[in-house]
């Protein structure tokens, strides 16, 4: 029987590779990147940008890099971050929250009232300038929600009105000094890990995680699913205890690791666990990606959104707190126009989509890095705020760019 031949295909053969065709050895690249996750492709940008700014301002001032540097460095990061976490989870969402500058500030001013004013105990201060972050998230969700009110404008007028009442809560004093001997203060400055108990949190982080990877390998063979080799997960771990190791090693030598730092590694790991590894997460990133698809899979859109923005106004409040200990202060400015844009800025830098379902927790650590190190590095160069803004504008706007082409050829 004579075979049949197979009919010519009606796909044209592919051309040669050119220096213009994304087959190019130069252009390998992108297709490389397309078999990275998500969450990896999105950190790769920004770590590449911050040690690159690291390095520049190394050599141009070697004091950079100094320990003491980093430590003022980290402890300046803490608050921001705190309120850039928050920003990432209503990103998440695919909302926006203009205000968070104005809740801290509100919040800083709440306890400085309350404690040096009034009185009142440091901790119950606290717990009301929180309250206050959970009752503004609260009604701009049920405002976003059940009226449909664009996020943007609706925190637009917060941030207006709760500067308004911050002024209020000032009165004509204007500005409100905390007492040093306040153990927030003591916290926010003062407070360092010890090295045995510095040490300690390294080895117990290294441990779980460690355990954590064998578990989920273990969980994948039994399930006969892809899965990471043992020298892979053994490599991840150990470049993890050397990252962490030598960070705690070199900070030694100053002054260590602060207590706001810890706090703010501790939220940003645990938000990473709620939005990776529960139902919750999911349903975030879902809501982000796609709210129509989110709501006809049976997903509660409302009840998400609302707790996203009750998280973020509740983060912004915390942030407001740690600044008005690490200032000891709380006036006028506190929490003003620079807060909430640096905020916004450093969740996006860090990775997070303005569009929703697509960013990380540790997106907040990454671009905060980044902006608080052109801060400090422009600071030691004599360098003035104009300048600190112009280069943080345009360093965005490279990270966004990079995200963009990144990107691009996944979506082909």
Known sequence: MT???APPSSRAPYPAASAFDSDAPFARLPRLLRRLPDRELGMLPIIGALVLIWAVFGIINPAFLSAENLVNLTLQSAPTGVIALGVVLVLLAGQIDLSVGSVSGLAASVVAVTTVLWEWPIGLGIVLALSVGVVVGLTYGLLATRLGLPSFVLTLAGLMVLAGVQ???LGSRGSINL??????????????LSPAAAWSLVAAVIAVVAAVQLLERSRRARAELPRASLARV???VGGLAALLGGTVAYLGTARGIGYPVVLFLSLVAIVDVLLRRTR???SVRAVGGDRRSAMLAGVAVRRVTVSCFVACSTFAALGGVLAAGRLAAANQGTGGAETYLTAI???VIGGTSLFGGRGSAWSALTGVLVITSISSGLTLLNLDTASRYIVTGLVLVLALTADTLLRAPRSR
């Open 3 to 5: 075979p049949v031949p």
């Open 345 to 347: 800025a450093a969740a």
């Open 234 to 236: 053994l490599l991840r």
């Open 179 to 192: 007492p040093f001997e306040s153990w927030l203060v003591d916290f926010a400055q003062q407070g360092f």
């Open 167 to 169: 002024l209020r809560v």
């Open 280 to 282: 919750w997460g999911r």
